[in-house]
Each structure stands twice: as structure tokens, then as C-alpha cells.
Nanobody, 123 residues
Framework: VQLQASGGGLVQAGGSLRLSCAAS????????MGWFRQAPGKEREFVAY????????YYADSVKGRFTISRDNAKNTAYLQMNSLKPEDTASYYC?????????????????WGQGTQVTVSS
């Protein structure tokens, strides 16, 4: 499985970005997808999750109402639409896939990870 994250960049507070995660060498409709982020000096934290069918989504409280996770199984791609960005959203964002069940926010339950894409929000 290969995951390629893209779409990061520098944006002013209040702005928007859309991250993409392109998957290959996997039957995409058989895996759940998650987005995590890690800021310098901090632990990696859960951001959002979407089930393999796209019917279930969950978000960290810190991004609820501002971020939207989605997927297009025909394109083998997951997305993270980020609106109303805040300086505290600055981090490297990682997409991850998993075929196992269990708590969607546990990074250890994800099998494969993308390389990360940097999001920087200026105040």
C-alpha cells in the first residue's frame, strides 16, 4: 500500500485548504482512512476518520465544524477539507489507512501512512 498526501501550504488564519491522499496498491474500498497531524514538539494527534464505505465519519473536537473528511473510492483518494483555519492547526498532516476494526482515533491501529504534508496557518 502506498499513500501520497498533498495539498498543504501556507494560508492566513480564516482561510481554507483541501488535502488529498491518493492510495495505490490497495483495494481502497476495503480500508478505512484517517487523518492525523503532528506539530513540532507535540505528539501525533487524531484529526478525522472515514469508514471504508464513507457512511461514517468522526472528528476531533478541535476541528469539528471546520474540517470535513470525504473519499472517492472510484479515484482511490481521500480528502480533508479544512475551513476557518487557525494558527493552532499548523502541523504536518498525515493520512493513514487501516483494515482492522477498533477505535478510529488510535494511530497504532492504522497499517499504512503517507509521508505528510505541511500546513502552516499565519495569524
Amino acid at each position: 500500500v502506498q499513500l501520497q498526501a498533498s495539498g498543504g501550504g501556507l494560508v492566513q488564519a480564516g482561510g481554507s485548504l483541501r488535502l488529498s491522499c491518493a492510495a495505490s496498491r490497495v483495494t481502497f474500498s476495503n480500508v478505512d482512512m484517517g487523518w492525523f497531524r503532528q506539530a513540532p514538539g507535540k505528539e501525533r494527534e487524531f484529526v478525522a476518520y472515514i469508514s471504508r464505505s464513507g457512511s461514517s465519519t468522526y472528528y476531533a473536537d478541535s476541528v469539528k465544524g471546520r474540517f470535513t473528511i470525504s473519499r472517492d473510492n472510484a479515484k482511490n483518494t481521500a480528502y480533508l477539507q479544512m475551513n476557518s483555519l487557525k494558527p493552532e492547526d499548523t502541523a504536518s498532516y498525515y493520512c493513514a489507512s487501516r483494515s482492522r476494526r477498533g477505535s478510529f482515533s488510535y494511530a497504532t491501529l492504522y497499517d499504512y501512512w503517507g509521508q505528510g504534508t505541511q500546513v502552516t496557518v499565519s495569524s
